[in-house]
């Protein structure tokens, strides 16, 4: 079955940086665009970045634009998020996603904690 796993989150200081993995197995992920979203305590869960199969075309929210990276290794099923230049504000539980066939898919989520 589909599965995404999460990893690389941590507690880090404003200003700082964490590149977070997620590895994919069940499908074939090549095919499909993949996202990052993020959860804070009480609130909704947002789109934070997205990438087109093939790398080429990417997307962020206005929030992280200039400060996140998302890129894709499809030969590992891996997709990655760097994030630099951290926030207070960016913590919250980041969670990978990616649609397949119109079945929606999740990670278990990684916390990221940013101190001031």
């Known amino acids: 079955q589909v599965q995404l796993v999460e990893s690389g989150g941590g507690l880090v200081q404003a200003g700082g940086s964490l590149r977070l993995s997620c590895a994919a197995s069940?499908?074939?992920?090549?095919?499909?665009?993949m996202d990052w979203f993020r959860q804070a305590p009480g609130k909704e869960r947002d789109f934070v970045a997205a990438i087109r199969w093939s790398g080429s075309s990417t997307y962020y929210a206005n929030s992280v634009q200039g400060r996140f990276t998302i890129s894709r290794d499809n030969a590992k099923n891996t997709v990655y998020l760097q994030m630099n230049r951290l926030k207070p504000e960016d913590t919250a539980v980041y969670y990978c996603h990616a649609r397949i066939d119109g079945t929606d898919y999740w990670g278990q989520g990684t916390q990221v904690t940013v101190s001031s």
């Open positions: 069940g499908h074939t992920f090549s095919n499909y665009a």
